[in-house]
C-alpha cells in the first residue's frame, strides 16, 4: 500500500501477475511559480512509485489537472508519460472536444 496527500495505490496479485493500482490528484494551476513547483513534485513522486513499486502492470488513474489543448502542464505530463512508454488513454480514446470537468473556480486552472 501507498499514500500521500497526493497519491495512493495499491498492489493487487491477480494469478501471479502483481498490479500496481495509482490513484492521484495533482495540483490544479494558480499560474506563479508555487503551482508548477508542486506539479512537478507530483511528478517526481510518481517516477519514483514507478521506479521503485515492484510490479508486473500498472494503471494510473485520476485527476492530473492538465489540458492537452492549452495550459504549462500537459507537456510536462505527457513528457513522463513518454519516459515510461505509457499511454494517455482519455487523450487517444476520447473526442478532442471531450472533457471531464470544468471548474468555475476563477483563481485555479486545470490548463
Known amino acids: 500500500m501507498y499514500f500521500t496527500n ?3 495505490g495499491i498492489t493487487i496479485n ?17 499560474r506563479n511559480d508555487e ?6 513534485e ?8 514507478y521506479n521503485n513499486f515492484p510490479r508486473d502492470r500498472i494503471l494510473i488513474a485520476g485527476d492530473f489537472n ?3 489543448r492549452k495550459g504549462r502542464f500537459f507537456k510536462e505530463f505527457s513528457n ?8 494517455i488513454a482519455d487523450v487517444y480514446s476520447l473526442p478532442a472536444d471531450t472533457h471531464t470537468y470544468i471548474s468555475r473556480n476563477s483563481g485555479c486552472s486545470t490548463s
Open 42 to 49: 507530483t511528478l517526481s513522486e510518481l517516477d519514483d512509485i
Open 14 to 30: 491477480v494469478n501471479g501477475d502483481i498490479f500496481l493500482l495509482l490513484n492521484v490528484y495533482f495540483p490544479c494551476d494558480y
Open 6 to 8: 497526493r497519491i495512493m
Open 66 to 68: 492538465c489540458d492537452p
Open 35 to 40: 503551482s508548477l513547483v508542486a506539479y512537478l
Open 80 to 87: 513522463f508519460a513518454s519516459g515510461w512508454n505509457l499511454n
